[in-house]
């Protein structure tokens, strides 16, 4: 049985680790979105100071991990959003830990985020994910996220620049 909650400062070793074994078969995929700048050792102390980094525990381990805030990257302005008069809660860095991923826990993690959001009175989720992914853009897909757009972040090699944006509405 697994369980999600508020990442502890003492699991930041082991966060930012989980993020590493991520990208590195990201890298052996030739994806390679993820490098160490992001998501880097910094990326997860901010992430964990803001109290915006949840992880997905099962037996006490860590198996996944994500973050959640209203922050939105400044390329985003160019994107035609559906929910524009509401309250959008932002999703990064979601990740599975290498061994789990294929098995529903990605799934599981977003169905979480849903329901947080439901909570806390957000009206949609918002996210960017890169579109030399297949398997990520996959998984938003198949959790109803709609395609909104695209944006280039334009700092990221020339290869991995291009990024798909997706929302998904959340009924209250």
């Not at 995929?29 to 915006?52: H, R, T």
């Not at 169905?111 to 806390?120: F, I, T």
């Not at 853009?137 to 334009?154: P, S, W």
Request: hydrophobic share 35%.
């Amino acid at each position: 049985m697994t369980d999600i909650k508020l990442a502890e400062k003492h699991q930041g070793e082991e966060i930012f680790t989980l993020y590493q074994a991520c990208g590195e078969v990201l890298t052996a995929q030739s994806i390679l979105q993820w490098d160490e700048n992001y998501p880097g050792q910094a990326f997860v102390e901010e992430a964990l100071n803001q109290n915006d980094l949840y992880v997905m525990l099962e037996g006490g381990n860590i198996m996944g991990a994500v973050i959640l805030n209203e922050a939105e990257t400044p390329e985003w302005e160019t994107v035609e959003w559906r929910d524009v008069i509401g309250k959008p809660l932002v999703l990064h860095g979601l990740c599975i830990s290498p061994p789990h991923q294929g098995k529903g826990y990605g799934r599981q993690l977003i169905e979480w985020c849903e329901e947080y959001a439901r909570q806390r009175g957000y009206t949609s989720i918002r996210l960017d994910a890169f579109d030399g992914n297949p398997v990520s853009n996959r998984l938003y897909l198949h959790n109803d996220f709609q395609l909104r757009g695209y944006v280039e972040f334009t700092h990221r090699p020339k290869d991995c620049q291009r990024y798909n944006c997706y929302e998904k509405w959340i009924s209250i």
